[in-house]
């Protein structure tokens, strides 16, 4: 029974993390390319250091509505400094596959520079997501969730 306890629970919070996820999703890809538009560049540290920019707002505001929303915990310092490793971790596997995927396009494609930028900022936002997904629910807010197993 608790088994299937879990994995109700946990299909829910996925469900509440996605919808987050997809609202801090239009967040990050909007302000990277606010940002873009105004300065747009093709240099690597610029383009790593707006892509950081645009995940920090997403990732604060997505610890947010995930600790209010989707696992309704009171929030602590200590809660908080792991949720900021993660969130680092997961900034780096954003800006690897970001900054990586854009190298493959530039070696690779002749799609419009807006549309390579757009495709690899989605995939990096996937990845990083799923795996902040992962970090938040078995490190951030583990506390929460093994209370659900009781």
């Known amino acids: 029974m608790k088994f299937l306890k879990r994995y109700k629970n946990g299909f829910i919070e996925f469900g509440k993390y996605s919808v987050i996820g997809i609202v801090c999703a239009v967040l990050d890809i909007g302000i990277l390319n606010g940002i873009l ?53 997961s900034l780096l596997i954003a800006n690897i596959v970001f900054i990586g995927g854009l190298r ?14 757009n495709i690899a900022k989605g995939l990096s936002m996937y990845l990083s997501s799923l795996a902040s997904f992962f970090f938040n629910k078995y490190f951030v807010f583990k506390n929460h969730w093994e209370r659900g197993l009781e």
Do not use: C, G, H, R
């Open 37 to 89: 538009y105004f300065y747009p560049t093709n240099d690597t540290v610029l383009l790593t250091t707006y892509n950081s920019l645009s995940y920090m707002v997403a990732i604060l505001n997505s610890y947010y509505w995930n600790s209010k929303y989707t696992f309704k915990i009171k929030k602590s310092k200590k809660q908080f400094a792991v949720f900021v490793v993660q969130a680092f971790v």
């Open 104 to 117: 493959v396009f530039e070696l690779t494609s002749t799609l419009p520079n807006w549309l390579q930028t």
